[in-house]
């Protein structure tokens, strides 16, 4: 049974890379004018101000033990924007501010998990992006961290766990992991994690078609994507699958920069409300997209990891480009951020506007509903394998009954219902660590949990619904021409 949100197996073998950065993903836009000169107007409460202004002082003055002025500082800024209630607004201190920052540019060291706290506790807000020791580890969504190195997490600040995490390539961090009720251990080992956000290749099988993955949308999304579809049109490509799966967001001109390439100038792209219920649109220009056009049969694939800035490219394309869009509901999220540097490194990130599709919609919390629905096969919502101990024969949990799924839908003969490590598995796991030239144990150390999880990303991918029926789509639409 799926979980809705649940991030496809495959995603975190082939294709995850992320930060430890502190909230989803989102739709960020730079600080102008507009929204400097509606704070700059906003009258200050001077009165209410000032109880905090007392508060801090009655601290400072008289608290009996140490404080830590600039800690205190920071924990009344952050709980004024908690109190907005709203998960994309929030007070970032100077690493935190760094970390978002980093996410949209260049490249950091660390394991690619994107944070956020519910409940008290440090959880894996979205879907890392391409290439990460999460990937490879195979960290989901919605995963809970209990403890860093044997060290709990609770109690911590987010900014406490996430430097924790966080450090330089090649050293080792432990992570203990709760997902629904299983918990298990998993060892990363940290790596320079480069930002490549767009990633284009021909179809094995059919060569005229560009197949393009945008991991998220960064400084350099658009030159990038620009880029990729200029060398695939060499290459011979006629016709593109674009895939935003996956895809937590970013920032706003570069979508908008992308969209554009892809509709006639004067579509809309996407209209905005303010807090005012002040409506506007942004329009497909030369003025975006510099006059690169891109004319050619294209599909978009989307899923529940579809996020934001992701939304805003399949809405465009959808409403204003009548391109298909193919897979299942995206995530929803139907705000944008503002980002403004408070003069002393530390940022806040602002949710300033509401952002509708072409139609008018506003599809916060109910996603974008795809054209022709498709998703991955069963087994690819199965879990990782636990790092946290070698499994034999005679060991009976739920970790080797996710072992034993992972098994049959290789096409080995177990079954696939029970918890028991049972003949059948060893002969399983004998047959995969004798394919692949690992020692033959019929036991699931590391290195044979990492190969299952190789074989089975192996799987999904050749058996990706959405791609195929993506593929289809154009060639459908080529057959018309």
């Not at 990363?188 to 991991?215: A, F, N, Q, Y």
């Not at 869009?325 to 995530?331: A, C, E, R």
């Not at 005679?394 to 003949?423: M, Q």
């Not at 047959?431 to 144990?441: G, K, W």
């Amino acid at each position: 049974m799926k979980n809705k949100r649940q991030i496809p197996f495959h995603q975190y073998i082939i294709s995850i890379a992320c930060v430890a950065f502190l909230a989803g993903g989102g739709s960020y836009i730079y600080f102008d004018y507009q929204y400097k000169k509606q704070l700059a107007s906003s009258p200050a409460q001077n009165s209410e101000l000032k109880k905090v202004d007392n508060l801090y002082n009655e601290i400072v003055n008289n608290y009996v033990g140490k404080v830590d002025e600039k800690k205190l500082i920071d924990g009344a800024l952050k709980g004024m924007t908690e109190a907005l209630d709203d998960p994309y607004s929030s007070y970032l201190n100077e690493p935190e501010a760094d970390e978002l920052d980093q996410s949209l540019a260049g490249s950091f060291e660390g394991i690619g998990a994107t944070m956020t706290m519910t409940d008290e506790l440090p959880t894996v807000a979205q879907a890392p992006i391409e290439g990460s020791p999460a990937a490879k580890a195979g960290i989901k969504a919605n995963d809970t961290v209990l403890k860093v190195d044997d060290e709990e997490t609770k109690g911590k600040t987010l900014s406490q766990v996430v430097s924790k995490i966080r450090g330089k390539k090649g050293t080792e961090v432990r992570l203990t992991i709760k997902r629904g009720e299983e918990t298990f251990e998993l060892k990363l080992i940290r790596d320079t994690i480069p930002i490549e956000t767009v990633k284009g290749e021909l179809d094995k099988k059919d060569p005229s078609i560009g197949s393009i993955k945008i991991t998220s949308f960064g400084e350099n999304t658009y030159k990038e994507l620009q880029d990729t579809i200029k060398s695939l049109r060499k290459d011979g490509a006629k016709s593109f699958v674009i895939d935003v799966r996956q895809n937590p967001g970013g920032l706003l001109d570069q979508v908008e920069k992308m969209a554009s390439m892809f509709l006639e100038d004067g579509k809309t792209i996407v209209k905005f409300e303010d807090k005012n219920g002040n409506t506007s649109e942004d329009v497909a220009s030369s003025d975006l997209d510099g006059g690169f056009k891109v004319t050619e049969p294209t599909v978009v694939l989307v899923d529940e990891g579809s996020a934001s800035a992701s939304e805003i490219f399949a809405a465009a394309l959808k409403e204003s480009g009548n391109k298909k869009i193919i897979g299942t509901k995206t995530f929803g999220k139907g705000t944008v951020q503002t980002v403004k540097n408070l003069n002393d490194k530390s940022e806040i990130k602002l949710t300033v506007l509401k952002w509708l599709t072409p139609k008018g919609e506003w599809i916060h919390k109910k996603g974008l509903e795809p054209n022709i629905k498709a998703d991955y096969p069963d087994f690819a919502y199965l879990s990782p394998i636990s790092r946290d101990k070698t499994l034999k024969t005679g060991d009976s949990s739920p970790v080797v009954k996710n072992v034993n799924a992972l098994l049959k839908a290789l096409g080995y003969d177990v079954n696939a219902d029970t918890s028991d490590f049972t003949e059948q598995t060893k002969a399983a796991v004998s047959a995969i660590q004798s394919d692949n030239n690992l020692p033959v144990t019929g036991e699931v150390d590391n290195e044979t949990a990492a190969q299952i999880e190789v074989e089975i990303g192996k799987k999904i991918k050749d058996n990706d619904q959405a791609y195929e029926a993506g593929i289809k789509e154009i060639q459908n639409e080529n057959k018309k021409d």
